[in-house]
């Protein structure tokens, strides 16, 4: 299985930014989802954004306009820019990755991320102070 290791929280004013690294263990794009999610203090975690396996994003409305998620692929990296960050934010974030489910449509192959990830960082902190 694909390891996972977060890197780059920390400690950030409102409206500041942060960059958090997802570095992997084996080359991901083309057969993993890659996903960061994250869980504040008494709450569920959620998803944040996404890139399936075909480098396409897809993001929560929460962070979306202020999240970017990206990856490259020559460091087997994820990455999320996180910009105008708010005390809302403050969390631990995880990266996750999953393989795509494939699916037909009209006989036509698709694929996408699955509901559930299957490999999962130990996370890195983020507190946004107000």
């Known amino acids: 299985q694909v390891q996972l290791v977060e890197s780059g929280g920390g400690s950030v004013q409102s409206g500041g930014s942060l960059r958090l690294s997802c570095a992997a263990s084996?080359?991901?794009?083309?057969?993993?989802?890659m996903g960061w999610f994250r869980q504040a203090a008494g709450k569920e975690r959620e998803e944040i954004a996404h890139?399936?396996?075909?480098?396409?994003?897809s993001y929560a409305d929460s962070v979306k306009g202020r999240f970017t998620i990206s990856q490259d692929n020559a460091k087997n990296t994820l990455y999320l820019q996180m910009n105008s960050l708010k005390p809302e934010d403050t969390a631990i974030y995880y990266c996750?990755?999953?393989?795509?489910?494939?699916?037909?449509?009209?006989?036509?192959?698709?694929?996408?991320?699955?509901?559930?990830?299957?490999?999962w960082g130990q996370g890195t902190q983020v507190t946004v102070s107000s």
């Open positions: 996750a990755a999953a393989p795509p489910t494939k699916y037909y449509h009209n006989f036509v192959a698709y694929t996408r991320c699955p509901g559930d990830f299957h490999y």
């Open positions: 890139i399936d396996s075909d480098g396409w994003p």
């Open positions: 084996e080359y991901t794009y083309g057969k993993y989802c």
